[in-house]
């Protein structure tokens, strides 16, 4: 996060270090307890003073602090948030972390690693809380704070709490449940997921205005929650679209310098010119082509994390594998799966032990500007986000769709709301049927037409709405009308 003013700072950790004195005097039974009273006017003092900065840090009209306790660069439906927010006059103070962690959330992190797991998980949250307060303390009064739930403990109840002091309105925006997220790692019955269910349903429902991501979230939220949240589905930006094939052609000539499924087999990097595994550059006229026989691209992005088993993906490729070798006319393939996560490394070492030679498989991290360029050159797309609450729609897919890309997608509950099944692309419930729906899909390519052919049309005659105008529409009424007085 921001990194505080050096005043405000000295404000919250003198008043920690004063509160710890009064509970120390009043435990210890020593003789010095006389400092409590003056301790205790100390934190009471600052607290005030620290109320009366920011009640009256200026007007709140046009400004929104947007919240995320995370990357920020994982998070771009909240980027897109900041971004049309800005579009409409407003002022954004974005407040997250930036690529790595805020070097005081990593020491932190060292330092609640000592002792039981509830009690550094409960020390961490502590930490955090005091963490995110000195950063919002130093942003002007704004007339909303968004903030993106999950992670919303302790982020939401201190957001609340700021809002409450400053006249300022919380706006939670529902993209799973937290609870839902730690279940993943811990039995339903552990007690920290339970105190997370507890603290969700409990501070939740104070926030102002409420926007979710799926009407199932919605519903649910009505039913089980007591909240009454605004949907607002995602949507692609308009940086997602189909890429023109010389733009495709530069973008796989940067990737073969790095990774060989894009270079001519048996060239080397630097050695491939103006020739992909994909395309050729004429020499004469220096128009670009497609390879004739070229291998079929399919994308995959993921955050490495247990919500999306790439077991099942692997599977099918070696099952894919084993077709093309049997001679069904099947193309060669190169699958790519982008992102960065802690399951990354499991997973190469998996990839590392196939033996598979008409499929290659790289997981490259991409450049911001390179993810929807790639996206928009690829012919198919698979998609393994199984949500933790069944609730919540994989944005990738979004995406993918922005750029006209059929897709391959694991089922759950509520995904229909996106993927309509031999509408816009496919959906899978194992290995062995994503397996099937590779091989029907790419059999025969790249000659024209087929069902792959028939998805893109689908997607490029039924694009909907972009994100801009789907929030101007839904969430700019909702901030305009309910902007406080200064």
């Known amino acids: 996060m921001a990194a505080p003013v050096l005043s405000t700072s000295l404000v919250v950790v003198s008043s920690l270090i004063a509160a710890c004195l009064s509970v120390f005097y009043l435990t210890s039974g020593s003789s010095t307890c006389h400092l409590?009273?003056?301790?205790?006017?100390?934190?009471?003092?600052?607290?005030?003073?620290?109320?009366?900065?920011?009640?009256?840090?200026?007007?709140?009209e046009h400004r929104v602090c947007v919240v995320v306790v995370g990357d920020i660069g994982r998070s771009p439906r909240m980027q897109y948030h900041a971004l049309s927010l800005s579009r409409h006059g407003y002022q954004v103070d974005l407040v997250g972390f930036l690529g790595c962690r805020y070097k005081l959330n990593v020491i932190l992190d060292v330092f609640v690693s000592v002792g039981p797991r509830v009690v550094s998980y409960v020390t961490k949250v502590i930490a955090q809380s005091v963490q995110i307060l000195v950063t919002l303390m130093e942003t002007r009064r704004p007339s909303h704070i968004l903030l993106q739930n999950p992670p919303g403990l302790p982020s939401m109840a201190v957001c609340w709490l700021l809002c409450l002091l400053r006249g300022s309105r919380l706006v939670v925006d529902w993209h799973n449940y937290g609870f839902t997220i730690l279940a993943l790692a811990h039995?339903?019955?552990?007690?920290?997921?339970?105190?997370?269910?507890?603290?969700?349903?409990?501070?939740?429902?104070?926030?102002?205005?409420?926007?979710?991501?799926?009407?199932?979230?919605?519903?649910?939220?009505?039913?089980?929650?007591g909240i009454r949240a605004t949907t607002l589905y995602d949507r692609p930006p308009a940086i997602f679209k189909e890429t023109p094939l010389e733009l495709r052609h530069q973008l796989f000539l940067r990737l073969a310098q790095t990774l060989p499924p894009f270079r001519t087999r048996g060239e080397e990097a630097?050695?491939?010119?103006?020739?992909?595994?994909?395309?050729?550059?004429?020499?004469?006229?220096?128009?670009?082509?497609?390879?004739?026989?070229?291998?079929?691209?399919?994308?995959?992005?993921?955050?490495?994390?247990?919500?999306?088993?790439?077991?099942?993906?692997?599977?099918?490729?070696?099952?894919?594998?084993?077709?093309?070798?049997?001679?069904?006319?099947?193309?060669?393939?190169?699958?790519?799966i982008t992102g960065k996560g802690p399951q990354k490394e499991y997973y190469r070492k998996l990839i590392d032990g196939l033996h598979l030679e008409h499929v290659q498989i790289c997981t490259p991290w991409l450049e911001a500007e390179d993810y929807p360029t790639l996206l928009g050159s690829?012919?198919?797309?698979?998609?393994?986000?199984?949500?933790?609450?069944?609730?919540?729609?994989?944005?990738?897919?979004?995406?993918?769709?922005?750029?006209?890309?059929?897709?391959?997608?694991?089922?759950?509950n509520c995904l229909s709301e996106l993927v309509k099944h031999e509408e816009n692309g496919l959906v899978f419930r194992d290995s062995q049927e994503l397996a099937s729906q590779l091989q029907a899909?790419?059999?025969?390519?790249?000659?024209?037409?087929?069902?792959?052919?028939?998805?893109?049309?689908?997607?490029?005659?039924?694009?909907?709405?972009?994100?801009?105008?789907?929030?101007?529409?839904?969430?700019?009424?909702?901030?305009?009308?309910?902007?406080?007085?200064?």
């Not at 102002?208 to 939220?221: F, G, I, P, Q, T």
């Not at 012919?379 to 919540?392: A, I, T, Y």
């Not at 049309?457 to 929030?471: A, C, I, P």
């Open 36 to 60: 409590v009273p003056l301790s205790a006017l100390a934190v009471c003092g600052l607290v005030f003073c620290g109320y009366l900065r920011w009640r009256g840090a200026g007007p709140a």
């Open 441 to 486: 899909l790419l059999s025969g390519f790249p000659r024209a037409g087929g069902r792959l052919e028939d998805f893109r049309r689908s997607l490029q005659t039924n694009r909907g709405k972009r994100w801009d105008d789907n929030w101007t529409q839904t969430v700019l009424p909702l901030i305009t009308m309910t902007t406080p007085s200064p």
């Open 187 to 225: 039995p339903h019955t552990h007690p920290l997921v339970r105190l997370a269910q507890w603290y969700e349903r409990a501070v939740g429902p104070l926030a102002a205005h409420h926007l979710c991501v799926s009407e199932a979230m919605k519903e649910d939220l009505r039913e089980n929650w």
């Open 378 to 412: 690829a012919d198919l797309g698979v998609c393994l986000h199984r949500s933790s609450s069944g609730l919540d729609l994989p944005m990738k897919v979004v995406d993918m769709f922005g750029c006209c890309l059929p897709v391959c997608a694991i089922h759950y």
């Open 270 to 336: 630097g050695g491939a010119g103006e020739r992909t595994a994909f395309t050729l550059r004429d020499p004469v006229d220096q128009s670009v082509t497609w390879r004739p026989h070229r291998p079929a691209l399919l994308i995959s992005s993921t955050s490495w994390t247990e919500d999306e088993d790439f077991s099942v993906l692997l599977k099918a490729l070696e099952e894919y594998e084993r077709c093309v070798r049997e001679g069904r006319g099947l193309p060669a393939l190169v699958c790519v």
